[in-house]
């Protein structure tokens, strides 16, 4: 498995703005994760973060409302851009290594937009 | 993405019986299954997994069971304790990469 850590852990935010949740894992990983999963719900795959070049976004989501980065093989960014109270959710990063499925979770980042 | 669901929602056991999670799938080509489980307050942790060749699998406590005909996958705990208590979720591999798809969740209560 895979230390990884995200910051902040939680956040109260004010609808119009934009908050980036930072993803680091303690060894370099090949695949990276950013998921969202919203009160009492399951989780949903919003993107795979590919280092050196630009996130793939599953169906639903968009890179002007979910930028994201991915400078290097231990780090990733997700940005919630121009929040509303309906983006309101725990956001998920997770990682797997090259040869595996296996994945593994972020502690997550609580988000509340007011 | 695929569509991963769970049968039941809640599931209340006591201490030391048999726990018995179940999920159906929709993708007939998935290859490759994992069960999470889910405390308050945290990511989801890795429990065990199970690929499409396989039928079964055991670890430390759970079993995990693959019905490719009915896509049917389910999670046994053999005598469930309080620290069990969780929301367990399937996930299913797209088979074309890397990407999971989560199940509803099953909440599942040990009841000293």
């Known amino acids: 498995s895979a230390v990884i850590s995200q910051k902040p852990s939680r956040d109260i935010c004010q609808r119009g703005t934009s908050l980036t949740i930072q993803c680091q894992v303690d060894?370099?990983?090949?695949?990276m994760f950013w998921y969202r999963q919203q009160p009492g719900q399951s989780l949903t795959l919003i993107a795979t973060?590919?280092?050196?070049?630009?996130?793939?976004?599953e169906s639903g989501f968009v890179i002007d409302k979910f930028p994201i980065s991915r400078p290097n093989l231990t780090f990733s960014t997700l940005t919630v851009s121009n929040m509303s109270p309906e983006d309101s959710s725990i956001y998920l990063c997770?990682?797997?290594?090259?040869?595996?499925?296996?994945?593994?979770f972020g502690p997550g980042t609580r988000l509340t937009v007011t | 993405g695929e569509s991963v669901g769970l049968h039941l929602p809640t599931l209340s056991v006591q201490e030391g019986d048999n726990s018995i999670i179940n999920c159906a799938y929709s993708?007939?080509?998935?290859?490759?299954f994992i069960w999470y489980k889910q405390e308050s307050g945290k990511g989801p942790q890795f429990i065990i997994d199970i690929r499409s060749n396989m039928d079964k699998r055991q670890g430390q406590r759970v079993t995990v069971l693959l019905n490719k005909t009915v896509k049917h996958l389910s999670l046994q705990i053999a005598a469930t304790q309080p620290g069990d208590s969780a929301v367990y979720f399937c996930a299913e591999n797209s088979n074309t990469g890397n990407q999971f798809y989560f199940g509803t969740g099953t909440s599942l209560t040990v009841i000293p």
């Open positions: 060894s370099q990983v090949t695949m």
């Open positions: 973060a590919n280092q050196g070049s630009e996130a793939t976004y």
């Open positions: 997770s990682v797997a290594r090259s040869g595996t499925y296996e994945q593994y």
């Open positions: 993708n007939s080509a998935s290859d490759y």
